[in-house]
């Protein structure tokens, strides 16, 4: 079992940046791999980015390519979605999610866990 709670959301203007944090508890964190998704109002929950059990390997939704930038660090459990040039269309509320082996997928049903979610606005 893992659990996972976000945080560094925010409102920021266009053009700013954010930095969201997940913290993971239970064991054999180093062992998942771990994805960040979002949900705008009235919308689908969708991809974002993801990254492998070593930080080796990395995925980005094209809309985010190049500004996001994800990250982990196994010793402290935690991984990372570095958001510059923010745009108003990456509003919504961003979700942890960690997925038992060692495969970057996109796939929404394919992760096992998830968190709560942290809310980003960005104003224009």
């Known amino acids: 079992q893992v659990q996972l709670v976000e945080s560094g959301g925010g409102l920021v203007q266009a053009g700013g940046s954010l930095r969201l944090s997940c913290a993971a508890s239970g064991r054999a964190f180093s062992t998942y791999a771990m994805g960040w998704f979002r949900q705008a109002p009235g919308k689908e929950r969708e991809f974002v980015a993801s990254?492998?059990?070593?930080?080796?390997?990395?995925y980005y939704a094209e809309s985010v390519k190049g500004r996001f930038t994800i990250s982990r660090d196994n010793a402290k459990n935690t991984v990372a979605l570095q958001m510059n040039s923010l745009k108003p269309e990456d509003t919504g509320v961003y979700y942890c999610?960690?997925?038992?082996?060692?495969?970057?997928?996109?796939?929404?049903?394919?992760?096992?866990?998830w968190g709560q979610g942290t809310q980003v606005t960005v104003s224009s």
């Open positions: 999610a960690a997925r038992r082996g060692s495969v970057v997928v996109i796939t929404r049903g394919e992760y096992d866990y």
């Open positions: 990254i492998n059990w070593s930080g080796g390997n990395t």
